[in-house]
């Protein structure tokens, strides 16, 4: 069965700081792992796909197949960034489904 | 920008009563989904799409669910006869041949 964990429903941070937010996946094979957002009444929106392997908005992960993680990280937080975070995997060469972990709050304390 | 749109923005129902919640996807898109999202809970997958079918369902989607593109641009989930446990945000998707999926803003339905 494929799984997302997110082990932090909420995370406060200092603008400036940095930002790791942790995600754990379980998935016999090689998924493709998203990180989407939702920022306050606005719509789930694809923020980084793994293959792609860019950075949008200072954000970037990195996929780690030995400890299946792919965790979203930031240098230097900002007061935008505040918003829901979600992790999602879904099968490879497909439309697939997404499933999505539980998702982590983000604050950024001005 | 296209957008995902989806109609209403909330709906409340009275168990038992069947509702529509309507989507209006992308237009140059051919694969289409149902989530939705238990306040508090993670966003699941319901239903997906393809070629006038569907494509897979989850153990959510018994036979109270069904799905139908019924004029080449919505696409709409019905619910029978709902259940209070089918409170939830409902959001609907679309994609074209690529891993991208575009979503909506929601309907949130409220049953009593």
């Known amino acids: 069965a494929q799984r997302v964990t997110q082990p932090e429903k909420l995370l406060s941070v200092f603008k400036g700081a940095p930002v790791e937010l942790k995600c754990n996946y379980s998935?016999?094979?090689?998924?493709?792992l998203f990180w989407y957002v939702q920022y306050s009444r606005q719509r789930l929106q694809l923020l980084l796909r793994?293959?792609s392997r860019e950075s949008i908005k200072g954000f970037t992960a990195d996929l780690n197949k030995g400890e299946t993680s792919f965790h979203l990280k930031k240098p230097f937080a900002q007061e935008e960034d505040s918003a829901m975070y979600y992790c999602?995997?879904?099968?490879?060469?497909?439309?697939?489904?997404?499933?999505f972990g539980t998702g982590t709050r983000l604050t950024i304390i001005p | 920008e296209p957008e995902v749109t989806q109609t209403p923005s909330h709906q409340v129902t009275q168990m038992g009563q069947e509702v529509i919640l309507r989507c209006v996807p992308i237009?140059?898109?051919?694969?289409f989904y149902w989530y939705r999202q238990i306040l508090g809970q993670k966003v699941e997958f319901l239903v997906s799409?393809?070629?006038?079918?569907?494509?897979?369902k989850s153990e959510i989607f018994d036979d109270q669910f069904s799905v139908e593109r019924p004029d080449g641009s919505n696409f709409t989930l019905k619910i029978r006869s709902t259940k209070l446990e089918d409170s939830a945000m409902y959001f609907c998707?679309?994609?074209?041949?690529?891993?991208?999926?575009?979503f909506g803003p929601g309907t949130r339905l409220t049953v009593l």
């Open positions: 793994h293959i």
């Open positions: 237009s140059n898109h051919l694969y």
């Open positions: 998707a679309s994609s074209e041949i690529g891993p991208e999926q575009f």
């Open positions: 998935y016999s094979g090689s998924p493709e």
């Open positions: 799409f393809y070629n006038n079918e569907i494509s897979e």
């Open positions: 999602a995997l879904r099968a490879p060469f497909g439309n697939e489904k997404l499933t």
